[in-house]
Nanobody, 122 residues
Framework: VTLVESGGGLVQAGGSLRLSCVASTRTGFSYTMGWFRQAPGKERECVAAIRWDSGTTYYEDSVKGRFAISRDYAKNTVYLQMNSLKPDDTSVYYC????????????????WGQGTQVTVSS
């Protein structure tokens, strides 16, 4: 599985960005997709995840009500709509795919994208 993210950039506080992650696979796609972020000196954390078949979602508490994860079956693409961005959201955002028992745990995702930088200015 190959994952390619796009959509990062520089935005002012209160603004919005939409990240995209396209998954390429030789077989049918049925993975849980997660969006993680990692700031310098901090651990990688899951901000949102979605189970491909059921649509069950997970959100980290600090992004609930501001971020929304969705998927497009036809395009094998997962999106992360980020609204009301804050400077604390500044990080490298990674897309990941796997079949984790617990959606928020990075170790459950064997496939990772290269990351996209999101910078929120105050």
């Amino acid at each position: 599985v190959t994952l390619v993210e796009s959509g990062g950039g520089l935005v002012q506080a209160g603004g919005s960005l939409r990240l995209s992650c396209v998954a390429s696979t030789r077989t049918g796609f049925s993975y849980t997709m997660g969006w993680f972020r990692q700031a310098p000196g901090k651990e990688r954390e899951c901000v949102a995840a979605i189970r491909w078949d059921s649509g069950t979602t997970y959100y980290e508490d600090s992004v609930k009500g501001r971020f929304a994860i969705s998927r497009d079956y036809a395009k094998n693409t997962v999106y992360l709509q980020m609204n009301s961005l804050k400077p604390d959201d500044t990080s490298v955002y990674y897309c990941a795919a796997g079949q984790p028992t617990v959606m928020a745990v990075p170790g459950g995702y064997p496939y990772w994208g290269q990351g996209t930088q999101v910078t929120v200015s105050s």
